[in-house]
Structures are given as C-alpha cells and as structure tokens.
C-alpha cells in the first residue's frame, strides 16, 4: 500500500527563507497523510521559530526518528516532547552516550543536551522505541536502524570520538535513515550520514529491494570529503539514479555546488521553508 501522499518540509536548516530562522542543524516534517513524523529536531531554537511560521502545529505530531545523537538533531527533544502528549519516539539505544569533535586539540561535546536526555528520560517507557535493527513505522515507512559500512571511500565524515582525549573513535552507530515507499519509488531521508551516503543508500536497497530509490534529502557531511570521495559518491549516485538529490545541512556549500555541477537538474539543495512532494 502506497500513501496517498508524501510531503516533506524543512523546518530547520542551516540555510533558510526570508522571514525564517537558520541555524547549524536539521529537522523535516514528514506527512504521509497517515503519519506525521519529524525527523530530527535541529538544535532547538530554530524548530521554535520555524514550525509557528510555517504553520506547523507540533501537538499533532504522531512520531519523532531521530537520525542519531548529534546536539544538532536532538537538541529540540523538549520543545518536542512537551508539545505533544502522545508522539512516539524512535532512536538507536546510542543516542545518548556522550561524545566530542576534537578539532586543532580542542574536544567540543557534541551530545546530545542535558534538558533533551532528561526529557527523553521522563516519556513513558513505551512511547520510547530504541531501534537495535530495521523497524517498519508502518507498511510504506522504514527504520534502517544501523547502517552497514561497505564502501571504501566513506568515513563519518569528521573528527569523531567517544572520549575528549580522542582515544576512541566514535564510529556514530546509531546512525540511522528512514525511507517511505512512494509510488514513485522509495523517498530517503538522511540526517548527517554519518555512515556514509552511499551506505545508506545500499543498506535500503537491500532491505526493500525491486523498488526505485526516488529521492534523498538531508544532510550527506561531505563538508570535509576528499576528491576521491566525492568523485566516488557520484558515480554511485549515477548508479542508482535517483530522479532527486536534496543536500542540505552538513553537506557543504562545497560539495553541494560539485553534486549540481556533476549531477545536474537531479540536484535540488534544500533549505528551511521548502516543501517537497511526492
Ligand atoms: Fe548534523
Ligand atoms: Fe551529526
């Protein structure tokens, strides 16, 4: 069974229309005429602005995904959980440990906040879905739950680590995608891609193999992607050929321009504001 419909929106981006907020981070409102889902909630502040602006009422959310831990995509968990007293939440079990970008010896936490762990903390126990594996929503929505690695040219795309002495990589596991069948073809949403977005792209056309993919939007952390990555994830984005490419977020402007440059029309960047269909 399809949707009748599909309609996402950016709520949060770190580009925005006139008259919206941006800020480092991302969230999207899924509509299947079903389900409303939100996907990720930016850092906060943002998700406050935007969804009153766009006339998006939060109480009716069905279900909150989060992509993974990143302060970025939790840090409106509050504002979230305290608009609705029935939304669902979906996250690997991971999205609450602690960990840092360490740049030039300097360890930032990049966790998720406080005030979003304990309000994770006070929703009841079953509305809180951890995703340890695939998971579907319903019939025509999917959880990747961890994503495979299996390209060569794919990291997590930044200095991750679990520890600020930078000890132990964080290899992001809690990573995940959701994807919606469409008649179309399936739609991916990705929130960093930390594991990669052409693994992520691979792990859904093996969980849900015979169909298309349609379309995948979010962010692709290509800020920091050597040549050879991106030569690489273009020529696997040829493969699978998509009809739309919507980088946003931590794609980069960089990489974001190259995608267009090489992929043409496929590539339409997202911002804060913009509705897609589907
Ligand atoms: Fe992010
Ligand atoms: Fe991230």
Known sequence: MSPEKLRIT?????????????????????????HRILFDTGQ???????????GIDLSRLDTLVLSHGHYDHTGGLPLVLGSSDHIAVYAHAGVVQPRYSIRDGQAR????????????????????????????????????????????????GGPFFLDPEGSRADPIV???????????????????????????LNQIRRLDP???????????????????????TVAALRDIAPRSVMPCHCTGDGA?????ETLGAMVQPASA???FQF
């Open 174 to 200: 809690d990573d995940l995608a959701l994807w919606v069948r469409t008649g179309e073809g399936l739609v991916v949403c990705v929130g960093c891609s930390h594991a990669g977005l052409i693994n992520t």
């Open 10 to 34: 950016v709520l949060v981006d770190n580009h925005a229309a006139p008259g919206l907020t941006a800020e480092h981070g991302l969230s999207l409102l899924i509509d299947t005429g079903r």
């Open 210 to 232: 015979d169909r298309p993919i349609r379309a995948v939007i979010g962010g692709f952390h290509l800020v920091a992607a050597s040549e050879e990555r991106l030569a690489h």
């Open 256 to 260: 974001t321009a190259f995608l267009k």
């Open 44 to 54: 906060g502040p943002a998700l406050a602005a935007n969804a009153p602006a766009l």
């Open 109 to 156: 936490l990049i966790s998720m906040p406080h005030e979003a762990m304990a309000a994770l903390d006070r929703l009841d126990s079953d509305r809180l879905h951890w995703v340890p594996t695939p998971v579907w929503l319903d019939s025509t929505i999917g959880l990747t739950g961890p994503i495979e690695r299996r390209t060569r040219f794919e990291d997590t």
């Open 273 to 275: 504001g913009m509705t």
